[in-house]
């Protein structure tokens, strides 16, 4: 059973910075794509910002338009660690951010595999 646990979201002010990690256990984390995903109250869920599976000479990431130059994800496959760099955070911001893995368009918000969610406000 895969499990994913973020953590550092918190409460910020406009223009100030977090970082979100991921722990991730019981799958071969290094194997696998991952991805940022958040969702606002009574809103969609929205994809932040992915990273490949690839050796690190290789690895490719992106990001949504709303977070490009703002967000860096990374990985680091020895600890089984996710990380979002948040930078210039913006109130439009402020969301459930979610650690996600296994993406499969049979599997509820298109990932099988989902962490508990940390909490992001910037206000």
């Known amino acids: 059973h895969v499990q994913l646990v973020e953590s550092g979201g918190g409460l910020v002010q406009p223009g100030e910075s977090l970082r979100l990690s991921c722990v991730a256990s019981?799958?071969?984390?290094?194997?696998?794509?991952m991805s940022w995903v958040r969702q606002a109250p009574g809103k969609e869920v929205e994809w932040v910002a992915g990273i490949t599976s690839l050796p690190s000479l290789f690895r490719a990431a992106s990001y949504a338009d709303s977070v490009k130059g703002r967000f860096t994800i990374s990985r680091d496959n020895a600890k089984n660690l996710l990380y979002l760099q948040m930078n210039n955070l913006k109130p439009e911001d402020t969301a459930m951010y979610y650690c996600?893995?296994?993406?499969?368009?049979?599997?509820?918000?298109?990932?099988?595999?989902w962490g508990q969610g940390t909490q992001v406000t910037v206000s």
């Open positions: 996600v893995a296994r993406a499969d368009s049979s599997c509820s918000g298109g990932y099988c595999s």
């Open positions: 019981e799958i071969t984390f290094s194997r696998h794509d």
